[in-house]
């Protein structure tokens, strides 16, 4: 996970954190983004890939981005 296609001169985002935290019926997904303005610093130069193995189906998904609730941007897999 890590930011997409950065325009020159922009700030890169990229993930340092990511927890799963199931709560009854409920799914959250907690993720720590942070902003980077050096392309050639070392946490941009990893992707990372995370797999998420549920051990129920649940009702729903919650994402959180620095502790604050969002939605996801797109879904692929």
Do not use: C, W
């Amino acid at each position: 996970m890590n930011g997409t296609q950065v325009p020159q001169g922009e700030k890169a985002f990229h993930y340092t954190d990511f927890q799963v935290e199931p709560v009854g019926d409920i799914l959250n997904i907690h993720i720590t983004e942070e902003e980077a303005s050096d392309y050639s610093g070392q946490t941009l130069k990893h992707e990372r890939l995370y797999r998420i193995d549920k051990d129920k189906e649940y009702e729903a998904i919650q994402l959180f981005k620095n502790g604050q609730e969002v939605s996801f941007d797109g879904i692929s897999g």
